[in-house]
């Protein structure tokens, strides 16, 4: 499920931004989702580093992990989230699954091993697939 509106304007306002974050932080509290996806996707447009920290904590503090999306590595060699913001997700021991946001049956799995690749660089050991998932 994406909570983003591919009908926003092409540079969000405050507003958008504010709201995008809210939405973010209420579905990790709800406990309806064992995992949120795409939690820096509005990256592009700024993001502090508080606003990074506070969604680490949630999902440390509500168990809900997240994704290193590949979808978007072939384009400008960028994961979602950000470098700076697995940092922090691993500081928080925030367990994340490699994803690849495949809109075709060529993408599935493209890029993992460029994925796998930074978090052991990072030493980012705590990790799930699907099979953990609640399902």
């Known amino acids: 499920m994406h909570l983003y509106d591919y009908t926003r304007p092409k540079v969000p306002n405050k507003e958008f931004i504010d709201s995008y974050w809210i939405n973010i ?3 990790i509290k709800s406990g309806y989702f064992d995992m949120i996806a795409h939690i820096d996707l509005i990256k592009r447009f ?3 580093k508080e606003d990074k920290i506070e969604i680490a904590e949630l999902l440390s503090k509500y168990k809900v ?3 290193l999306n590949t979808g978007n590595y072939d384009k400008n060699k960028m994961f979602y989230p950000s470098v700076e913001l697995l ?3 691993k500081d928080y021991d925030v367990p994340i699954m490699i994803s690849d946001d ?3 049956i060529e993408a599935l799995g493209q890029n993992f091993s460029h994925a796998e ?3 052991t660089q990072m030493q980012y050991t705590k990790r799930i697939t699907v099979e953990d998932l609640k399902l």
Do not use: V
């Open 25 to 27: 932080k209420e579905a």
């Open 102 to 104: 495949a809109h075709s």
């Open 117 to 119: 690749q930074l978090l």
């Open 87 to 89: 940092k922090i997700l």
């Open 65 to 67: 992990s997240t994704e």
């Open 46 to 48: 700024g993001l502090d």
